[in-house]
């Protein structure tokens, strides 16, 4: 270690034969390809939803919902991460309830793509977010596909083009993405 002291890290295993009293799952939501979970857009070429983010496209927006089955959860909700592409610059995470005004899990008003991390939520256990059976989830992503952003303009220079293009669902560079 820089200072000369020793390593105390240490680990200590039990074993049981009990079941666990809390469980831990990751789950993504979004990255649809299309309906039902993608849902239609103003700027959709047809009333079939598309996740196409058009060059110049300042303030696109791409919306998926999902509704949770009715053998899914509760579920508390420890901790949020979102993920979106270069020309990403805002995202939200709500859930729906039964009609009730939808609750903020999540937002981002100014998305930068270094951040593509977990986010835990400061509170105790019993008293974190609590998703049910029947639920909607839903995830918006908006998107700045112009010169006018910088990790758009840096990525047309380092592919060697001189202006935006068309962005679609993907997971290469050059590709878009929206989940949580």
């Known amino acids: 270690w820089r200072d000369g002291g020793t390593d105390a890290t240490s680990i200590d295993l039990r074993l049981t034969t009990d079941p666990p009293a809390r469980t831990a799952e990751f789950r993504a939501f979004g990255n649809a390809e299309g309906a039902p979970i ?39 909700v420890f901790g949020i991460t979102g993920r979106m592409g270069w020309s990403g610059t805002k995202m939200s995470v709500k859930v729906e309830r039964d009609g009730a005004d939808p609750a903020c899990l999540h937002r981002v008003r100014d998305w930068h793509p270094d951040w593509q991390r977990l986010y835990l939520y400061d509170l105790p256990l019993g008293e974190l977010p609590v998703v049910q059976p029947g639920d909607a989830i839903t995830v918006q992503c908006q998107y700045d596909n112009t010169i006018a952003n910088p990790n758009v303009r840096d990525l047309v220079q380092d592919v060697g083009l001189d202006e935006p293009f068309d962005m679609e669902l993907g997971s290469s560079r050059m590709d878009e993405m929206c989940f949580a």
């Open 38 to 76: 993608l849902q239609s857009g103003p700027q959709d070429p047809t009333a079939t939803p598309r996740f196409l983010i058009p060059a110049y496209a300042d303030a696109h927006r791409e919306t998926m919902r999902i509704v949770l089955e009715p053998t899914e959860g509760p579920f508390e």
